[in-house]
């Protein structure tokens, strides 16, 4: 049997995977569950701890606080600014699980591009030299 990161090479590779059953018969992966195989295995390579839930794609306003990593009222508050995309079919908000994630895909995006933006300014202004207080001596 193949150890962890043999099968973390071999799923980084563009073959087709299946799981075999005890009687031999095989079942092809799916992109996505072969996408949640190579996560799972890189974790583990890594020596995290995996664990797999599934989500409803319908979100209550605090599941999709929790997911994200927020109060609640600062999810309402993003929700009502229009930022995430949500329904009221009765009094209580809910979030699309699809549109929670592009959010969160869309300000990890921001985020780097802005540290990118700053870590270009301050190579321009040569600021980290000048806070270090190196002096060039070649």
């Known amino acids: ?17 299946s799981l075999v059953d005890e009687s031999g018969q095989a ?6 569950l072969r996408n949640v195989v190579v996560q799972a295995v ?15 794609t319908l979100l209550s306003t ?3 606080a929790n997911l994200l990593g927020i109060s609640r009222p ?5 929700l009502e ?12 908000r809910r979030v ?5 994630l592009d959010y969160q895909r869309q300000l990890h995006e921001r985020r780097r591009a802005e540290l990118a933006a700053m870590t270009a300014e301050a190579a321009d202004d040569d600021a980290y030299r000048a ?7 070649r």
Do not use: W, Y
């Not at 049997?1 to 995977?17: C, G, H, Q, V």
């Not at 079942?27 to 996505?32: D, G, H, P």
């Not at 600014?81 to 209580?92: D, L, V, W, Y």
């Open 96 to 100: 699309q699980l699809r549109d929670l």
């Open 74 to 78: 600062t999810l309402v508050k993003l």
């Open 27 to 32: 079942f092809q992966l799916t992109a996505e």
């Open 131 to 137: 806070i270090n207080g190196f002096t060039e001596t």
């Open 42 to 56: 890189s974790a583990l390579c890594k020596g995290e701890a995996v664990t797999l839930e599934p989500l409803p």
């Open 1 to 17: 049997m193949p150890d962890l990161r043999e099968l973390a090479t071999a799923l980084a590779s563009d073959a087709e995977f």
């Open 62 to 64: 605090q599941e999709a």
């Open 81 to 92: 600014s229009g930022e995430i995309a949500f329904t009221k079919p009765g009094r209580h």
